[in-house]
């Protein structure tokens, strides 16, 4: 990504990249990886729905220990459907666990 990549301030202070690599119908952990790691995107974002959220943090993981990221310097976004609106909490904790991410 661009040094000139706009950037998001988020409430709690921190910012985030604008512009995020969505990941609907991408299963390769390798090909998200390579975004991250090669092309420089900091922001990765799936859903529940995408059935891909175990790849997602395959990709993400990995970059971290082979790529000299830290988990603080990459976003992770994702969205619950709407079956799980009744417990946001239960299905954010359903992601990261299938992500193995915090």
Do not use: C
Not at 55 to 68: C, S
Not at 76 to 97: M, R
């Amino acid at each position: 990504m661009s040094s000139s990549q706009r950037l998001l301030k988020l409430a709690n202070g921190f910012t985030m990249p604008q512009m995020g690599l969505g990941t609907l119908f991408l299963k390769d952990a390798k090909a998200i990886e390579h975004a991250i790691t090669k092309v420089g995107y900091r922001h990765i974002d799936t859903a529940s729905i995408t059935m891909n959220e175990k790849e997602v943090g395959i990709a993400v993981n990995n970059a971290i220990a082979t790529g000299g990221l830290t988990r603080e310097e990459l976003f992770v976004t994702t969205k619950i459907w709407h079956n799980q609106y009744s417990d946001p909490e239960a299905a954010l904790k359903k992601s990261l666990a299938a992500m193995k991410l915090d």
